[in-house]
């Protein structure tokens, strides 16, 4: 099956920073999507970005399919930033396949 | 828009119990995936309903069973419980017309003792 790695494992930054999150893939998708996980275990969608880059406020990602590799960027960090971002992809409409996860601390 | 709901949130059950965990899809959603996360891991797929039929499944025993009802609703069944159930179970509704992006409901936190 598909594997996915993200790094770095975990990230601690202070408030205002920019961060890139990196997420790999080993296969060809054409389903990746962003999650940011919250302390109460809730998956919130960030971009669904198969390929090419998006925008979302302070948020921006970028998958480059043909190299199997995406980044979230998260630029002037809040606190309100911080837990664990997934990404996850697929190919078709069946199990999404999920990396390990970067936790990311902001500390003000 | 109503979003994914998932119930109970919480739910506490000791060893070789049955317990059954519930999902009601976002509306105009006809597919319904299920995943488990342990503690300190990603979400791992168990299985995905639509229209009424099991549609793929993950590496998980038999004893997890599900049902999809006609308004797309689902039902995770898991049998004879063991501590390594503890778990987020997660449910995640898409729509098979509409793309692919799934949307994913709170949870229920499983602890088996």
């Known amino acids: 099956g598909i594997q996915v790695e993200q790094s770095p494992p975990d990230l601690i930054l202070q408030e205002g920073a920019n961060s890139t999150l990196r997420c790999n893939f080993s296969?060809?998708?054409?389903?990746l999507q962003w999650f940011h996980q919250n302390p109460w275990g809730q998956l919130i969608n960030l971009f669904y970005?198969?390929?090419g880059t998006k925008q979302n406020g302070r948020l921006s990602a970028t998958t480059v399919a043909t190299e199997r590799y995406s980044l979230l960027y998260i630029s002037s960090s809040q606190t309100t930033d911080s837990g664990v971002y997934f990404c996850a992809v697929n190919f078709g409409n069946e199990k999404l396949t999920f990396g390990t996860g970067t936790r990311l601390t902001i500390i003000p | 828009e109503t979003g994914v709901t998932q119930s109970p949130t919480h739910l506490i059950k000791t060893r070789g119990q049955q317990v059954t965990l519930r999902c009601s899809s976002q509306?105009?959603?006809?597919?319904v995936s299920w995943y488990q996360q342990a503690l300190g891991q990603g979400p791992q797929f168990i299985f995905q309903y639509y229209r009424e039929e099991e549609n793929g499944r993950g590496n998980f025993p038999p004893r997890f069973s599900g049902l999809q009802f006609p308004n797309y609703s689902s039902e995770l069944n898991v049998n004879a419980l063991e501590l390594d159930d503890s778990a987020l179970y997660l449910c995640a509704s898409s729509s098979r017309d509409r793309g692919k992006t799934q949307y994913f409901g709170p949870g229920t936190r499983l602890l088996v003792l």
């Open positions: 296969d060809s998708v054409n389903n």
């Open positions: 970005i198969p390929s």
């Open positions: 509306s105009g959603h006809n597919t």
